[in-house]
């Protein structure tokens, strides 16, 4: 006969253990902001460095305040560029909390593209519809996204969306296009569509969402480097296994950090700084920001992956 006292041991203690789980990743976890430091050879020979501070997913309500301190000592790290690819918003009222997070960051150049937690409010969903890639999509109210793109650009950060541009940031001549979420089908590629100036010492892609369709296409214009969100970089990931879905076409493997994509580009995926109110939790990854350090690409750095990464928990100042 089966010890029904054993059992019921086992029992209490995988329930046990799942409690303090849940407890760690909705209390702990998904409030310990880390600043990823990761070097990426992609500009033109003899350009100078370029350091790009890289947010997304912020998913920002009005009552956070831990996530609002902490963007704001980010700009304590002067980076020579700002990069927001999208999904800013989690509730109405959050352009104030957002704009007042960034602080000066609002001040140095930036570009930024939307997501689809920019246009519509996150809702409940059954975790489950994550591993099924043709899942129904479900959408909440409409988020004020007219305003915080108003904010963003009086202060001088430039719309990406559906826009090509060429930005100089310290001597370094950088051409940039950018889609809206693929995500939500809102993607129009045609309306960049053509190869990337030549001449630029960096082609610049960004998008919210990683889709191979897209990336593909920015791959073959020539472009050097595509930034992208969305992921939350699996969000609930397993030791030694990573994470489960990326919630997009792109494989596990390149849910966040960098990559290369096909023989010339590389691929930045951030993991996000926030989650949705209905599921407030990370395990095994942590809530990032990312500083990228972009060098001139050389023979010795070409074959290589996508950098060298370096993490710390905090502002490394």
């Known amino acids: 006969m089966p010890d029904l006292t054993a059992i019921r041991r086992a029992a209490l203690g995988v329930a046990g253990a799942s409690v303090l789980g849940l407890g760690y990743a909705t209390l702990i976890e998904r409030n310990a902001f880390t600043l990823r430091e990761v070097t990426v050879p992609v500009l033109a020979p003899g350009a100078s460095t370029v350091r790009v501070l890289h947010i997304s997913d912020l998913h920002m309500t009005p009552g956070q305040k831990l996530k609002q301190n902490w963007l704001r000592e980010l700009d304590a790290l002067e980076p020579d560029l700002v990069v927001n690819t999208g999904d800013n918003l989690s509730h109405p009222k959050a352009v104030p909390a957002v704009v007042q997070a960034l602080g000066g960051l ?77 995500h939500l089908d809102r993607d129009r590629y045609e309306t960049i569509a053509g190869p990337a100036d030549p001449s630029a010492d960096l082609r610049l892609g960004l998008t919210h969402s990683p889709e191979p369709r897209v990336l593909d296409r920015f791959a073959a214009d020539g472009y050097d480097l595509v930034l992208a969100g969305h992921t939350h970089g699996g969000q609930l990931c397993l030791p030694f296994v990573g994470a489960l879905v990326t919630n997009c076409g792109i494989d596990r493997s390149r849910v966040k950090g960098a990559s290369k994509w096909g023989s010339h580009m590389r691929l930045h995926v951030s993991a ?13 990854c942590r809530p990032e920001a990312t500083l990228l350090t972009l060098v001139p690409a050389s023979r010795d750095n070409a074959q290589q992956d996508a950098g060298s990464t370096a993490e710390s928990a905090g502002s490394r100042r």
């Open 106 to 182: 609002l001040a140095r150049p930036g570009l930024f593209v939307f997501g689809s937690n920019d246009y519509f409010a996150p809702v409940l969903k059954n975790p489950l519809a994550y591993f099924d890639r043709d899942h129904e999509r479900v959408y909440g109210p409409p988020l004020p996204w007219g305003d915080l793109r108003a904010a963003f650009t009086e202060r001088g950060w430039q719309d990406m969306t559906h826009v090509r541009r060429t930005v100089e940031v310290g001597g370094v001549r950088i051409a940039v296009g950018g889609v809206d979420d693929p």
């Open 272 to 284: 996000g700084i926030g989650t949705s109110p209905f599921a407030p939790a990370r395990f095994f």
